[in-house]
Nanobody, 125 residues
Framework: QVQLVESGGGLVQSGDSLRLSCATS????????MGWFRQAPGKEREFVAA????????YYADSVKGRFTISRDNAKNTVYLQMNSLKFEDTAVYYC??????????????????WGQGTQVSVSS
């Protein structure tokens, strides 16, 4: 059974940093595309960042570009999201997503086959 488990969330102050991790299990082989999404209360789930299997293709939402960095360790089947200069509006539940195949629309929630349960990130102003 495939599992994606996020960790690293918490309560921080504006300007602080956090590093989220998403460990995957239950499947052999490399995930072609991995991504991070977030959902704030009363809002739809939105794209944050995505990364291709070789780490060379990275994609970011405009709202996080320059502050967040996505990376992956294929040997550990883990994807990371380094979040710097956090803002109050970054407060949300952050979800990890993965797909074994090539995804053209990496920003679309419907493209990913597997999802984690989410980790809460709260930023106080």
């Amino acid at each position: 059974q495939v599992q994606l488990v996020e960790s690293g969330g918490g309560l921080v102050q504006s300007g602080d940093s956090l590093r989220l991790s998403c460990a995957t299990s239950g499947r052999t082989g490399i995930w072609y595309t991995m991504g991070w999404f977030r959902q704030a209360p009363g809002k739809e789930r939105e794209f944050v960042a995505a990364i291709r299997w070789n780490g060379r293709g990275t994609y970011y939402a405009d709202s996080v570009k320059g502050r967040f960095t996505i990376s992956r360790d294929n040997a550990k089947n883990t994807v990371y999201l380094q979040m710097n200069s956090l803002k109050f509006e970054d407060t949300a539940v952050y979800y990890c997503a993965a797909d074994a195949d090539y995804i053209g629309a990496v920003r679309s929630t419907t493209e990913y086959d597997y999802w984690g349960q989410g980790t809460q990130v709260s930023v106080s102003s």
